[in-house]
């Protein structure tokens, strides 16, 4: 009988030597754990991460614990964990793979705080979140939109196992132990959607409490009294049944191709094929399917002069699916209709104004950071967007035509493969973030990004916590 989900992953990941990882991959992990260390930078100026770093604090501070990021104090390792998701989830300038998965929020802050405690270097910190990444994403490759349609957020319950596997390698369990700290983590994860379809708050604590959760089960593998479910994941009562519906892989929806998932595609090529290199990067503190539509509205203005008082209609393509958010079972609107703060306002900001502010960068438009002001973009909005839904249409790959009142149309379109950078590409964009970076403008982001190169050459993780943390 072929080994189990989990015990495939548990066998590699506790084989897994910063030795065996492809120049790329560690390129793109740097370029993670950059995306996550400065956001929580901006995150901790925010009240809600004051509020969440003071509570951590008040609750679990610890003199020998981890750093919680910018603030310099120490708490035990589930709670620094926690306030630096938390700050780190607040800004939006986060990974994301495939719809309402973006697991360097959770990931990252498992990995910092793990490192920090074992005394781990650079090089095995790496390790460990290439680890945990290919979990995380390869478990949601094909399953988010029916993990969505159960009424689940997909971003916790991916997350948690991922944080789990980090930890739990970070502090050297074999392979037993990785194997019940990923079966804990099944157990431990969470996040109903709920919140998305109304409106609720709870999403903000999804993230953050995957990440604690998943160090947690780390925590308590590491004891060895809990023998692994071997099958957790894709047991006839497991992971798979209870997050998609179906342990054999059968799928409600997905964004093209059958409604089946193959299963053994989850670990095929485990180490030779690196899920996470189609990570993309959330540069917008908006959901990851506007950001597409954004750029290419961005890129149409100026590759064709387009002057927005001269356009008549733009018509964007997009997955069905990411015009029902949070899922087609649970849409806010099924008729998603034009409205502020929705994927129409977003393409008439972009077209409008020649761009969309990011994370900390410079705003557009005559408004400044108060955008919803902006009547001009709010008229564009219900007059002259029309999203149109496509089945079984590329993820994030949205299409356009803007049609001109002179009668000339221009056409677009921005595949998904465009958003996943590498650690230049990311860092090209992220600089424009500099001027309001908390710790010394743009000189020191540019001294941290720099900082974050060497990661894989520093015999601890020290460097990177001084580098985020208020003089």
């Not at 260390?37 to 925010?46: D, E, L, R, T």
């Not at 995380?136 to 196992?161: K, W």
């Not at 029309?386 to 079984?392: N, R």
Request: proline share 6%; aromatic share 8%.
């Amino acid at each position: 009988m072929a080994d189990s989900i989990a015990r495939q992953f548990a066998r590699w990941a506790a084989n897994l030597k910063y030795e065996d990882l492809p120049p790329e991959v560690v390129d793109k992990v740097k370029s993670l754990v950059l995306t996550q260390m400065v956001s929580a930078v901006f995150g901790a100026q925010m009240q809600q991460g004051k509020d969440a770093i003071h509570m951590v604090k008040q609750e679990e501070g610890k003199p020998d614990g981890a750093t919680i990021l910018f603030d310099g104090s120490k708490a035990t390792r589930i709670g620094a964990t926690y306030a630096n998701a938390e700050t780190g989830h607040l800004p939006g300038l986060w990974d994301q793979f495939r719809m309402i998965t973006h697991p360097g929020v959770s990931l990252i802050p498992s990995g910092i705080a793990n490192a920090e405690l074992e005394k781990s270097t650079g090089k095995e910190l790496i390790t460990a979140l290439v680890a945990g990444y290919e979990l995380s994403t390869r478990m949601a490759e094909d399953t988010v939109p029916s993990t969505a349609a159960r009424g689940f957020r997909p971003a916790p319950i991916y997350h948690t196992m991922g944080a789990a596997l980090i930890a739990a390698k970070l502090m050297k369990l074999d392979d037993e132990g990785l194997m019940s700290a990923i079966a804990i983590a099944a157990n431990c994860t969470s996040g109903l959607f709920e919140s998305g379809r109304s409106g609720g708050g709870e999403t903000g604590v999804h993230d953050p409490n995957a990440a604690r959760q998943g160090v947690f089960s780390a925590m308590v593998a590491r004891e060895g009294h809990i023998k692994a479910s071997e099958q957790v994941i894709e047991g006839p009562a497991g992971f798979l049944n209870a997050f998609i519906g179906s342990h054999e892989g059968k799928l409600t929806y997905t964004f093209e191709g059958p409604l089946q998932a193959d299963l053994s595609k989850i670990t095929e090529g485990l180490g030779k094929r690196f899920q996470l290199m189609d990570l993309m990067y959330r540069m917008y503190d908006n959901a990851g399917y506007n950001h597409a539509p954004i750029n290419m509205m961005v890129e149409m203005r100026e590759q064709y002069g387009i002057n927005p008082d001269d356009v008549e209609e733009v018509i964007v393509t997009m997955n069905f699916i990411e015009t029902l958010y949070p899922s087609p079972q649970f849409p806010r609107d099924p008729a998603n209709p034009p409205r502020v703060g929705g994927t129409h306002w977003y393409v008439a900001h972009a077209l409008v104004n020649g761009g969309f502010p990011q994370v900390g960068g410079p705003t557009f438009g005559p408004t400044g950071e108060d955008l919803k002001a902006d009547k001009k973009v709010e008229e564009f909005t219900l007059n002259k967007v029309t999203i149109t839904a496509a089945h079984d249409f590329p993820m994030f790959s949205p299409k356009a035509v803007i049609r001109m009142k002179d009668g000339r149309n221009f056409t677009g379109e921005y595949p998904y493969a465009r958003l996943c950078w590498d650690y230049d590409g990311f860092v090209e964009r992220l600089r424009a973030s500099g001027p309001k970076y908390p710790l010394g403008g743009q000189a020191g982001l540019d001294s941290f990004i720099d900082l974050c190169r060497t990661i894989d050459q520093m015999g601890s993780i020290q460097p990177l916590l001084d580098a985020t943390t208020k003089k």
